[in-house]
């Protein structure tokens, strides 16, 4: 089966840390672009990391630029989010997605409708 499995969600204190896992199965991500996005209840799906090989420079916005990184490990067929100095505000659940189309890393944070692959979500919650 073709699919891709977050994992590594959970509680965390303000300026806690949390690192998550997209793994894929079924395909090779080697050969994807990969966006990292979040959705809170009442809100709009945000795109907070992605790349591709297109120019192979990961794209943050300002939401989370400096707290946030994206990273692959081929090896194991895995992409990571490390999440540092967390805030309230990014409650959420958070997915990934895969693209078999290689343009600017950008694109695939910015409104990008043609994603292949999504995985199911993981709920990161950060909480006094």
């Known amino acids: 089966q073709l699919q891709l499995v977050e994992s590594g969600g959970g509680l965390v204190q303000p300026g806690g840390s949390l690192r998550l896992s997209c793994a894929a199965s079924g395909f090779t991500l080697d050969y994807h672009a990969i966006g990292w996005f979040r959705q809170a209840p009442g809100k709009e799906r945000e795109g907070v990391s992605c790349?591709?090989?297109?120019?192979?420079?990961?794209y943050y916005p300002d939401s989370v630029k400096g707290r946030f990184t994206i990273s692959r490990d081929n090896a194991k067929n895995t992409v990571y989010l490390q999440m540092n100095s967390l805030k309230p505000e990014d409650t959420a659940v958070y997915y990934c997605?895969?693209?078999?189309?290689?343009?600017?890393?950008?694109?695939?944070?910015?409104?990008?409708?043609?994603?292949?692959?999504w995985g199911q979500g993981t709920q990161v919650t950060v909480s006094s």
């Open positions: 790349i591709s090989s297109s120019d192979g420079r990961p």
């Open positions: 997605a895969a693209a078999r189309i290689q343009l600017p890393s950008y694109v695939y944070c910015s409104g990008y409708a043609g994603y292949d692959y």
